[in-house]
């Protein structure tokens, strides 16, 4: 596989290898707002992609049409160099991409089994779900992760803003993907949640998985990501390695003072 | 749940996890990342409300006639509900799956029309008789499917105009006449053949055979929803249909499906009852629609989907056959049994709501 070779050749360069993403010139219109006019965006192997912008500059969007949910109106996407269309979410996921969405996409009347496995249940005889084998892993996952959740049973709408997020995150996480999408991640959760999460991100990362990271605190930005990517009013308008650049110069082109 | 941890092999005891293997290691390091709160949530206490109430109705109803508590007053109760308590099975999944299907009564009709048209008028084995009424009513509800996921058009109004359109296709299938009919200057003289009068009237060593087809729909009906893909899905699609579809499930698929089984029941509570009446007719079962919605809400279901169950359905069926049977026996007239039907099913509703709002947090 093209990520493993790039990793072994072992950069961290990497504006010298080949992006495992790429879109290019995306434009993606809801009725008359131009959500995104003509962006591109590369992922290199073995990096964190900060995508950052204010308010409706257009991340979410961005990240739903790699994650399958939009179509773009314009504009490729290119994996490990090939054209695709990414025509759905299970498209996406097919593709080894794994999102966590800002929405987090929990079912708030199913139970934590069945959110863990949304979408893709264990199954057996084809037809049925195998609810044992789900509680089983449920419960490995959680015990792991150290959410200690009152019953398995219980309907997610009970669980704080925390143990939701924890639980969107970790059903991403258990897929382990290829490539991980995470819109802003950390929004509900405290201090110490948080400091756990950019932990994690770093440790996908050393396991060789690019990442893609949307988030508004820039601290946790340049605490966690390689290179850092702004958008503006649906456009891109900069792109800088962390280690080039700082705060200032990212808030400036966040609000357009540059 | 003790039992169930314990076999769940620690880091360290564990083999596996000494190979780094991706899921693992990721997740230990998210150790304590999320605080626990003391697990109060509070038990819903009254989610057997339900069949609590079928219970005092049975109860006060021993008591206040001799003529209730009797079997043949049972079995009579149960060959009257059979319909509904078929149709309400159905009607669980379009609800659950945040839809709602108002053309149920029309398509059992329509059905029943064609089953008994084609064994009495063209001469159809009883068994291609069956078929062709079931596969009506199943052809229905992918069409009222498609419809609405195709043609986004919100399922009330779509399952509004194939009620006025099912009973259209009756009325022509039938030129308005009882099937079979025995108006001899029309030269439609038939009959229906012994086992569809069996199907709707007869009994299985004192068991009404409707009674057999409800415990079978209702079992294949709760193993469907609980038990398979298929059924997870439309509580995942009713629950949060963004959720769903961020997750890869298929959601036109899934409630085309559910639109397909509804029609599929329809059809055969049009057989049954066709054979209970010894006839069918193109205006037959009219209101069944709104009584098998009000089973499937006095059972527990949310109207804006993603919760409710097919025995709760079945018991909210089962409260309306009851009732109506007792109010019968108790002389009440039929105009005051509409009043009161239609007080009792508002009054569990805003019980429902009450008791949501009141235990679930
Ligand atoms: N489904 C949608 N329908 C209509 N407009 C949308 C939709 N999704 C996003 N938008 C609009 O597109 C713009 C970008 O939104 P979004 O991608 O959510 O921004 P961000 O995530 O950067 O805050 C906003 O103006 C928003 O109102
Ligand atoms: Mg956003």
């Known amino acids: ?258 | 749940m003790r039992e169930q941890r314990k076999r769940i092999p620690t880091e360290k005891n564990n083999p596996q996890s000494t190979i780094p293997s991706t899921v693992s290691s990721r997740i230990s390091l998210m150790n304590q990342w999320v605080s626990m709160r003391g697990g109060k949530i509070r038990k819903i206490l009254l989610s057997g409300g339900p069949i609590m109430a079928l219970l005092f109705l049975i109860i006060y109803l021993s008591f206040a006639s001799p003529y209730f508590l009797t079997v043949s007053n049972l079995l009579n109760i149960t060959r009257q509900t059979s319909i509904n308590a078929i149709l309400a099975v159905g009607q669980t999944m379009v609800i659950i799956c945040a839809g709602i299907d108002l053309s149920v009564g029309a398509v059992l009709a329509l059905s029943a029309s064609m089953s008994a048209v084609a064994m009495s008028y063209w001469g159809l084995s009883f068994g291609v008789g069956i078929l062709l009424g079931v596969g009506t009513g199943a052809l229905t509800g992918f069409i009222s499917g498609i419809i609405i996921t195709k043609g986004k058009i919100p399922d009330f109004i779509a399952t509004l105009g194939m009620m006025a359109a099912a009973r259209g296709i009756a009325l022509i299938l039938t030129g308005g006449l009882p099937v079979p009919s025995h108006f001899t200057a029309l030269k439609l003289v038939g009959y229906l053949p012994p086992e569809l009068i069996w199907l709707g009237s007869g009994d299985v060593w004192g068991v009404p055979v409707p009674a057999l087809i409800i415990a079978a729909v209702t079992i294949l009906g709760w193993m469907v929803l609980t038990h398979t893909t298929l059924g997870r899905a439309i509580y995942a699609v009713g629950g949060n249909r963004e959720a769903a579809r961020f997750s890869g499930i298929n959601i036109e698929r899934t409630r085309i499906i559910a639109y397909t089984i509804m029609g599929l029941l329809a059809g055969v509570a049009g057989v049954v009852l066709t054979g209970r009446l010894n006839s069918a007719n193109a205006l037959m079962a009219e209101g069944a629609e709104l009584q098998s919605i009000s089973a499937v809400v006095i059972g527990g279901a949310n109207l804006f989907g993603g919760e409710g169950g097919v025995f709760g359905s079945l018991i909210g069926a089962f409260i309306m056959g009851v009732l109506g049977n007792g109010l019968n026996l108790l002389n009440v007239s039929a105009f005051w049994q509409r009043l009161i039907m239609g007080l009792i099913i508002i009054g569990v509703v805003v019980f429902d709501q009450w008791r949501r709002r009141r235990f679930a947090t």
Not at chain 1, 6 to 16: V, W
Not at chain 1, 59 to 85: C, H
Not at chain 1, 125 to 131: E, S
């Open chain 1, 1 to 258: 596989m093209v990520t493993n070779k790039l990793l072994k050749a072992g950069g961290d360069i990497t504006s010298k290898s080949e992006p495992i993403l790429e879109l290019r010139g995306i434009c993606k219109y809801f009725g008359g707002v131009h959500a995104l006019e003509d962006v591109d965006l590369e992922l290199y192997p073995n990096e964190v992609l900060a995508l950052v912008g204010d308010n409706g500059a257009g991340k979410s969007t961005l990240i739903k049409i790699i994650a399958g949910v939009y179509q773009p109106d314009k504009g490729e996407v290119l994996i490990e160099g090939k054209e695709i269309e990414i025509r759905s979410p299970r498209a996406s996921m097919d593709l080894g991409i794994e999102t966590v969405y800002q929405e987090l996409a929990l079912v708030d009347k199913l139970d934590v089994v069945e959110n863990i496995f949304l979408g893709r249940p264990l199954t057996k005889f084809r037809w049925f779900v195998n609810r044992k084998r789900m509680v089983a892993e449920t419960i490995d996952i959680l015990k792991r992760l150290k959410i200690s959740i009152p019953s398995l049973k219980e309907p997610v709408q009970n669980l704080s803003g925390g143990q939701r997020q924890a639980l969107a995150v970790g059903r991403t996480i258990a897929w382990s993907g290829k490539i991980v999408i995470l819109d802003e991640p950390t929004a509900a959760l405290g201090v110490e949640e948080t400091r756990k999460v950019l932990a994690l991100i770093k440790q996908i990362k050393e396991e060789g998985a690019p990442i893609i990271v949307i988030s508004h605190n820039l601290r946790h930005i340049f605490d966690v990501s390689d290179r850092i990517i702004v958008l503006r009013g649906g456009r891109r308008v900069g792109s800088r390695i962390k280690s080039e650049t700082n705060i200032d110069e990212i808030v400036k082109l966040i609000t357009g003072s540059l």
